[in-house]
């Protein structure tokens, strides 16, 4: 009888694993597609148990202007990315504020701050090492 309950346990973990699996792949994909449009960075919002996460990918162009984004939101693993029209024309500026974004969920609007915030110090970080500056990691 225990048996039966630990394999059905361990079964379903195991779909469970595929799914993610194929979840991050197809997420994965659609980011690479970005990549064409500019630079991408990603960031995530939310809290799990609480509203779900919410995952944006944008794509900046040299104007330091989102020129596309994506989303991906769900309480399951079969959630898919899907296009964030809100976000494209915004500014990394505005994004990476406090302001109000209204096409965007809260989940959504957290994630797309930390992605804005995570290109501007990559960005940063990468002109002051080709400027010769000091590693901020002792090591």
Not at 49 to 69: H, K, L, N
Not at 81 to 105: F, K, N, V, W, Y
Request: with cysteine; hydrophobic share 45%; glycine share 10%.
């Amino acid at each position: 009888m225990w048996f039966a309950i630990i394999a059905a346990v361990v079964a379903g973990w195991m779909v469970q694993l595929y799914f993610s699996f194929h979840q991050a792949t197809a997420f994965n994909k659609a980011v690479v597609a970005l990549r064409a449009q500019g630079t991408v960075s990603v960031g995530a919002g939310g809290k799990r148990y609480r509203g779900g996460r919410a995952f944006v990918a944008i794509a900046v162009d040299e104007r330091d202007t989102v020129v596309d984004a994506i989303t991906l939101q769900g309480l399951t693993t079969f959630a898919r990315a899907r296009a964030l029209p809100g976000a494209c024309g915004q500014t990394l500026r505005r994004l990476g504020s406090d302001r109000e974004i209204p096409a965007l969920t809260r989940q959504q609007r957290e994630a797309a701050r930390q992605a804005a915030t995570l290109f501007v110090e990559g960005r940063e970080r990468a002109t002051r090492d080709a400027e010769g500056g000091v590693p901020t990691s002792a090591g």
